[in-house]
């Protein structure tokens, strides 16, 4: 399976992104990372098939929402109230379990990347 992210771009703080990934096939786990420079990858949100479990690291909830097109096989991340330290590559990774999981490991397929970059 593959995955092509795109969506992301320049923004000021407060403002609004939405990144879509879009997979070669069926993927049950979907879920975005981000790595900003000099930093580890993070866990940002997962969603599960159905759509009916999602998961948040702690600094996007409220403000960032996972949500998937299974006829289109694409999942999206809106980013509203977006802040600088915001500002990372994100990653879509998909996989084939069915429980939301944070681990990277947990996640078979890795899209690209694409830059998100929030000024002050």
């Known amino acids: 399976v593959q995955l092509q992210a795109s969506g992301g771009g320049v923004v000021q703080a407060g403002g609004s992104l939405r990144l879509s990934c879009a997979a070669s096939?069926?993927?049950?786990?979907m879920g975005w990372f981000r790595q900003a420079p000099g930093k580890e990858r993070e866990f940002v949100a997962g969603?599960?098939?159905?759509?009916?479990?999602?998961y948040y690291v702690d600094s996007v909830k409220g403000r960032f929402t996972i949500s998937r097109d299974n006829a289109k096989n694409t999942v999206y991340l809106q980013m509203n109230n977006l802040q600088p330290e915001d500002t990372a590559v994100y990653y879509c990774a998909g996989g084939r379990g069915a429980i939301v999981s944070y681990t990277d490991r947990s996640y078979d397929y890795w899209g690209q990347g694409t830059q998100v970059t929030v000024s002050s």
């Open positions: 096939g069926r993927t049950t786990l």
């Open positions: 969603i599960n098939w159905t759509g009916s479990t999602t």
